[in-house]
Nanobody, 124 residues
Framework: QVQLVESGGGLVQAGGSLRLSCAAS???????????MGWYRQAPGKQRELVAV???????NYADSVKGRFTISRDNAKNTVYLQMNSLRPEDTAVYYC???????????????WGQGTQVTVSS
């Protein structure tokens, strides 16, 4: 019932910037709270890794490799989470996935939603 749609990926030269967006639509069918929203990435031949996360309270956390370069933010009115990526490096090349971790309030069950991914390619 919940769909996450990512946008903003593309090809950029090293040192450039991209802004990823992940907009949620649909409904869980029940009251819920968002525990966290985050961005993960997966490069070819590597495991998916956490890039950045923002909690329901607004607390953020970043992978060491992106600290100082990436910023995660959200717009609750638009049901959207963003990832501003600056000073991009070739090693940032990956498919980026947004993720929402949602708790259903009626039974405290957890649901994990993923976007389909958006390709980010950083050239040297």
């Amino acid at each position: 019932q919940v769909q996450l749609v990512e946008s903003g990926g593309g090809l950029v030269q090293a040192g450039g910037s991209l802004r990823l967006s992940c907009a949620a639509s649909g409904s869980t069918g029940s009251g819920h709270i968002i525990n966290a929203m985050g961005w993960y990435r997966q490069a070819p031949g590597k495991q998916r890794e956490l890039v950045a996360v923002i909690s329901s309270g607004g607390t953020t956390n970043y992978a060491d490799s992106v600290k100082g370069r990436f910023t995660i933010s959200r717009d609750n009115a638009k049901n959207t989470v963003y990832l501003q990526m600056n000073s991009l490096r070739p090693e940032d090349t990956a498919v980026y996935y947004c993720n929402w971790k949602i708790k259903i309030v009626v039974d405290l069950s957890l649901r994990d939603y993923w976007g389909q991914g958006t390709q980010v390619t950083v050239s040297s």
